[in-house]
């Protein structure tokens, strides 16, 4: 992990990117990983130099999240200036879990970036409670999308918005049974964030839905421990391994 770290720092930029804009053109997604997952060592880090070093990261990260932002509230690819004011959902999500996971670890956070992202991803929503690809492209509503920007509304705290039980219900209506015969893309990325969507709710919702998740995904591993997928071996074992881990609650980012 240590050495994870140290690598990461090494792409810190002086204007806050995690990431090189030079070989990268969808930099925003590493970027706010790198966020989340540094601000989950920061919490657990005991050297106070090391938290320092971190501590300096991640306000920089920070700020460069909220200069990236779109007019519209939300992220793209690129940041705003890079991308002609460009933003989509999944970018968004993602920004805005990292941005909470700084929050959580005792980095300042603009509440209004947060409200601006929030609102993006209302706009986002169809009348059937999904959310469309982009504010700018609305269309078909998008089960993977319409997971993480739950679970993105919930890091925020928005437990108790209005637009929640309709994207609720349009979740368990496509993915509470997990084997549902429709079809989509993004399997693994989708239960990535559903799933603590579920957890979050708990109780027997969570056991029920927990169980059958558990049993496809152990049911999929191969005879060498890992998984495959339609983006690679690397990102599906690792998605996987986290969410058999949401029980456990050992992040800050997952407990309830």
Known sequence: ?????????TKARPNGLIGDPLTDNRYTYGHGFS?????QILGEEEDSDRRAELTEVLENAVTFSGQAQTKSGGWGYVSAKDGNDFDEGSTTITQVQGLRGCR?????????VIERAKQYIYHCKNADGGISYSSRNRGTSRPAITAAA???LFNAGAYDSEHVPEMMSYCKKNLYRIDNARSFGHWHYTYLYYAQVV???GGSLWEDFRDRLY????REQRADGSWVGNIGEVYVTSINLIVLQLDRGLLPIFQR
Request: hydrophobic share 50%.
């Open 1 to 9: 992990i240590r050495n994870a770290v140290d690598y990461l720092m």
């Open 35 to 39: 966020m989340l997952f540094l601000s």
């Open 104 to 112: 959580n670890a005792g980095i300042a956070v603009s509440k209004e």
């Open 150 to 152: 739950l679970a993105c």
């Open 199 to 201: 957890y979050r709710e």
């Open 215 to 218: 049993e496809r995904i152990v």
